[in-house]
C-alpha cells in the first residue's frame, strides 16, 4: 500500500463526514439546598453532623455555637440530588431540635 492508495479514501471519507463544530451550552450551576439545623449542642455535636453527613457532597458547612448553652445552628449547603438523604440522616440525630431546607438562593424548597 502506497501513499497514492491510501490519501484519496482518507479526503473521500473526510468530505462526507465533515460536520460543522457543534457548540454545547456550558453546563448550568447545580441545584443546591440550604439545610439550616438547629441542635442542642452538648460539645460533640459538630462531630456527630460532619461524620453523618461525610458520604455526601457537602459544599459549604457552618456552625454557630450558642453562649449560654442554647441551641446551636448549623447551616449545610448540599446539592439538591443529594438534600433527601441528608435530611433523613439529620433527622435521625438525637440532638437535632429543628431542620428547615430552602434553595441556595434564599427560596424555600418544596
Known amino acids: 500500500m502506497t501513499r497514492s492508495d491510501v490519501l484519496p479514501a482518507v479526503s473521500a471519507v ?3 463526514t465533515a460536520v460543522p ?3 454545547t451550552a456550558r453546563a448550568a450551576a447545580p441545584v443546591c439546598h440550604a439545610l439550616t439545623v438547629t441542635v442542642q449542642d452538648g460539645g460533640h455535636a459538630l ?3 460532619s461524620s453523618m453527613l461525610n458520604n455526601l457532597s457537602v459544599r459549604a458547612l457552618s456552625f454557630r455555637a450558642s453562649e449560654d448553652g ?3 445552628v448549623c447551616e449545610i449547603v448540599v446539592p439538591a440530588s443529594d438534600s433527601p438523604r441528608a435530611q433523613a440522616k439529620l433527622l435521625r440525630c438525637v440532638e437535632v431540635v ?3 431546607a430552602r434553595l441556595a438562593s434564599d427560596q424555600p424548597v418544596g
Do not use: H, K
Request: glycine share 14%.
Open 14 to 16: 473526510s468530505a462526507v
Open 21 to 23: 463544530a457543534v457548540r
Open 47 to 49: 462531630t456527630r453532623i
Open 70 to 72: 442554647g441551641p446551636a
Open 98 to 100: 429543628g431542620l428547615t
